[in-house]
């Protein structure tokens, strides 16, 4: 069964305008939620986890139970914002990481 | 080292050969992945290791791919008679259990099967 889901294979913006990429998830417990970037011949590495309610390279990411969604917003993109995000869900138990299929972001300048 | 090692960096086989792909992982680290990332898709997942618990092999996409990791250690990911649709990178991750979800990341094994 899919846990997460990117809808959006590849999401086109224009710099300055806002980004929200799109992660939802299937998860009966209660989850714990990351975003990956993976920028252009960089290792892939943790942008932000929903725990920690943080702002990081002016992104942002809520949990939203209610839609089982964690979306992440940055309100003003810029060209070096231009990589593949992951979303991420943590299973309990077995403490298994699952990955969303990602998105490409692309920023035009 | 202060990262996840992963070798070799590049391979190029031949269709029917085999390849083993090795992982070094950060020291201390309890869980360790395999996934896999074809040119333009995003990742798949292979193999969980976590301490000495057994394996989630349910990624494993056929019985050609295994997966063998020492202790919390080296893991050797291998593939036997290699076929042109496995042309990917295979990237290892680790992490640790009380930290589980951030993972560590290398840099990932690039294999083309000609």
């Known amino acids: 069964a899919q846990r997460v889901t990117q809808p959006e294979k590849l999401l086109s913006v224009f710099k300055g305008a806002p980004v929200e990429l799109k992660c939802n998830y299937s998860?009966?417990?209660?989850?714990?939620l990351f975003w990956y970037v993976q920028y252009s011949r960089q290792r892939l590495q943790l942008l932000l986890r929903?725990?920690s309610r943080e702002s990081i390279k002016g992104f942002t990411a809520d949990l939203n139970k209610g839609e089982t969604s964690f979306h992440l917003k940055k309100p003003f993109a810029q060209e070096e914002d231009s990589a593949m995000y992951y979303c991420a869900l943590v299973e309990g138990g077995y403490q298994k990481v699952t990955f969303g299929t990602g998105t490409k972001l692309q920023v035009i300048p | 080292g202060a990262g996840v090692s992963q070798s070799p960096s590049n391979k190029v086989t031949e269709k029917g050969k085999d390849v083993e792909l090795r992982c070094d992982p950060i020291?201390?680290?309890?869980?360790l992945y395999w996934y896999r990332q074809r040119l333009g898709q995003g990742l798949e997942f292979l193999i969980y290791?976590?301490?000495?618990?057994?394996?989630?092999k349910s990624g494993l996409p056929s019985d050609r791919f295994s997966a063998e990791r020492t202790g919390e250690s080296v893991s050797t990911l291998t593939i036997q008679r290699t076929q042109q649709e496995d042309s990917a990178v295979y990237l290892c991750a680790s992490s640790l259990l009380l930290l589980s979800g951030e993972l560590f990341f290398g840099e990932g094994s690039r294999l083309t099967v000609l």
């Open positions: 929903h725990i």
């Open positions: 998860y009966s417990g209660s989850p714990e």
């Open positions: 020291s201390g680290h309890t869980a």
């Open positions: 290791f976590q301490g000495n618990s057994a394996p989630d």
